[in-house]
C-alpha cells in the first residue's frame, strides 16, 4: 500500500474511536505515534552507525519492544501500557546524560497525550505505521511528501492553522535569501517546521561530506512555544535527516533583549510570526520602553532586528497592520528603516492563509546594516514594492487552490533586474519618512479594472445598502425625536 493509502486507513480508524473529536486532535493522536515511530527507526540507524550510540528511551518503551509487533500488546492492556507506563516514562526521561534527544522526548511528551479510547483500534493504527519503514529513503521521500499534506490539513483545523506557512511560500522566501552553507538559519516561530525544511533542502545540494552535513545540522534553528507544533515540526526535521533538531520549546519573547549576546545573532532569519496576537505574561516588559506592545508581529520584528548579524538578511510575512499606524508602530518601523535596508515588499493578495486568517499580508526582505546606530542615518534608501496578484480568473485562494510556487517566477525574473510596471513601483526614504514610515502604500501604477458582477451580486448590494440607509434613518430619527 502506500504512503498516502496508509495514512487514509489511519484516519479511518481514528474516526471510529470515541476519544477523538476533530482534525486537531487527531493529528495530535497521529503525531505522537509518528514521532516515537520516526525516532526509534533513528535510533536503530545510529546504533549501526555509531559504534557507541545507545538510546536515550529505556528498552521497554522502544518502538520495536512494544509496537512493532503485529500480534502484540491490544485492547485494554495496550491502552493501560501507553497511559500509566508509556506516557510517564518518556515525560520523566532521565535528562541527566545531557543526551540532547532525550530533551526531545521529554518535550514532546510532556506537552502532548493519548486522546484514543480503544486499544483495539489503536493496535491497528500501530500495524499500519509499521508498514512504514522510516530508515528507507524511498519511504522517507515519499513520506516527506505526504507529510506536507497533513502539515497543510492543520490550516483547515480550527486555530492550528496559525503554525503553517503555505509551502509556496516557504519556498519563495528560501530561494530569494538564498542561504549558504555553515550560516546559522533561525525561524523564532517556526510552528510546523516549513522555513527550516525548506531551507535544508536548499542547503543540501550544497553537502559534498559527512563534515559538511555536521555543519548543516548546526546551522538550523528554530524556537516554538505550542507543544503540537513543536512535535509535528521535530518530526519534520527528523524526517529531512537531522539528528538532534535544535528547536527550543519556548515562548520566543520570554527573554530581556538585553540578555541576547553577539554568539545568540544569526546570519539569516526567516519567519511567520503571530500576528493579531496578544502577547502573554507582560512579556512586552522584555523590550525596550519604546517598542513596548501588546502587538505580537511587532514585537517580533524588534527581536528578529535585535537576533540578526550586521550584514544578517531575513525575509519574513508581516500583516498589513503592522506596515501601518502610529505611536509604537510608527518607531518599530522607523528602527527598521534604520538598522536594516528594506528593500522589497511583495504584497499578497488577502486570501493566501485562509481558512484561517483572511488578513491582508506582505512579504518582506531586508538586511541588517548597523546595530542602534542614531548617527548612521537611514539604512534604508528606497523601498521596491512588487504586487501579486491572483491568477487570471481565480476570485481567490482556497484549500483547494492555494498560492503555487510557479506563480511566483515573474518575481524571479525581475528581482535581479528591476524596472517600474503597472504591478511594481519603487519609492524612496524621503518620501517614507514625510509619510511618518508608513509602509501601507497602495499601487500608484495600478489601473482602474472594471469589476463585473452577476445580477444576484448587484442585487444583494442593493439590497444591503438600502438596509444601511434604513438604519441610519432610524438612528437619526431617535437623535431628532
Known amino acids: 500500500m502506500s504512503i498516502s493509502g496508509v495514512l487514509e486507513s489511519i484516519r479511518k480508524i481514528m474516526w471510529q474511536d470515541s476519544g477523538l473529536n476533530g482534525d486537531a486532535q487527531r493529528l495530535e493522536q497521529l503525531g505522537w505515534m509518528l514521532f516515537l515511530k ?50 510517564p516514562a518518556l515525560r520523566d526521561i532521565d535528562l541527566s546524560t545531557g543526551n540532547k534527544r532525550a530533551v526531545i522526548v521529554h518535550e514532546v511528551f510532556a506537552g502532548n497525550n493519548n486522546y484514543m479510547k480503544s486499544g483495539i483500534n489503536i493496535r491497528k493504527v500501530l500495524n499500519k505505521l509499521n508498514e512504514i519503514d522510516f530508515n528507507s529513503s524511498k519511504d522517507r521521500h515519499d513520506f516527506g511528501d505526504v507529510y506536507e499534506t497533513l502539515l497543510k490539513d492543520l490550516q483547515s483545523a480550527g486555530k492550528s492553522g496559525e503554525f503553517y506557512t503555505p509551502r509556496a511560500i516557504t519556498q519563495f522566501i528560501t530561494k530569494m535569501i538564498d542561504p549558504k552553507l555553515g550560516e546559522k538559519v533561525l525561524d523564532p516561530a517556526c510552528g510546523t517546521g516549513g522555513y527550516l525544511t525548506g531551507v535544508i533542502e536548499h542547503l ?106 550586521v550584514g544578517g538578511r531575513a525575509g519574513i510575512v508581516l500583516p498589513d497592520g503592522s506596515l501601518t499606524g502610529d505611536g509604537v508602530k510608527m518607531r518599530v518601523r522607523e528602527k527598521l528603516l ?28 531586508f538586511e541588517k546594516l548597523h546595530h ?99 438604519n441610519l434613518l432610524a438612528k437619526l430619527k431617535m437623535a431628532v425625536g
Not at 68 to 76: N, P, V
Not at 210 to 215: N, S, T, Y
Not at 339 to 364: K, W
Open 338 to 365: 534604520k538598522d536594516c535596508r528594506l528593500h522589497t515588499i511583495i504584497r499578497l493578495p488577502n486570501s493566501v492563509f485562509q481558512p484561517y486568517a483572511t488578513v491582508a499580508t506582505n512579504l518582506l526582505f
Open 38 to 87: 520516526v525516532f526509534c527507526d533513528k535510533d536503530q540507524e545510529l546504533e549501526l552507525m555509531q559504534e557507541n550510540y545507545e538510546s536515550p528511551i529505556p528498552a521497554e518503551f522502544r518502538w520495536e519492544n512494544w509496537a512493532a509487533d503485529d500480534e502484540g500488546l491490544t485492547g485494554d492492556e495496550l491502552l493501560e501500557f501507553i497511559d500509566r507506563k508509556l506516557f
Open 372 to 470: 542602534n546606530n542614531e548617527t548612521a542615518g537611514f539604512a534604508t534608501q528606497d523601498v521596491w514594492y512588487y504586487e501579486h496578484r491572483l491568477p487570471e480568473g481565480q476570485k481567490s485562494y482556497s484549500k483547494t487552490k492555494p498560492i503555487r510556487e510557479e506563480e511566483f517566477e515573474p518575481i524571479k525574473q525581475w528581482w535581479n533586474n528591476r524596472t517600474e510596471s503597472d504591478i511594481c513601483w519603487k519609492v524612496d526614504i524621503e518620501t517614507l519618512e514625510a509619510r511618518n514610515f508608513d509602509l501601507d502604500l497602495k499601487n500608484p501604477n495600478k489601473t482602474e479594472e472594471t469589476i463585473e458582477h452577476t445580477s444576484a451580486e448587484l442585487m444583494q448590494q442593493l439590497s444591503d445598502s438600502f438596509r444601511k440607509s434604513e
Open 204 to 309: 543540501s545540494a550544497q553537502v559534498k561530506s559527512v563534515e559538511d552535513h555536521k555543519i548543516l545540522q548546526e546551522s538550523i534553528k528554530g524556537w516554538e512555544y505550542k507543544p503540537l507544533p513543536y512535535l509535528l515540526a521535530t518530526t519534520n526535521l527528523i524526517l529531512h535527516d537531522i539528528e538532534v533538531p535544535d528547536i527550543t520549546f519556548r515562548d520566543s519573547l520570554d527573554q530581556p533583549l538585553s540578555q541576547y549576546r553577539e554568539i545568540d545573532r544569526v546570519d539569516i532569519i526567516e519567519a511567520n510570526p503571530p500576528f493579531g496576537g496578544i502577547v502573554a505574561n507582560s512579556n512586552e516588559n522584555n523590550f525596550p520602553q519604546s517598542y513596548r506592545t501588546k502587538e505580537s508581529a511587532d514585537l517580533f520584528l524588534i527581536l528578529m532586528i535585535h537576533l540578526l548579524k
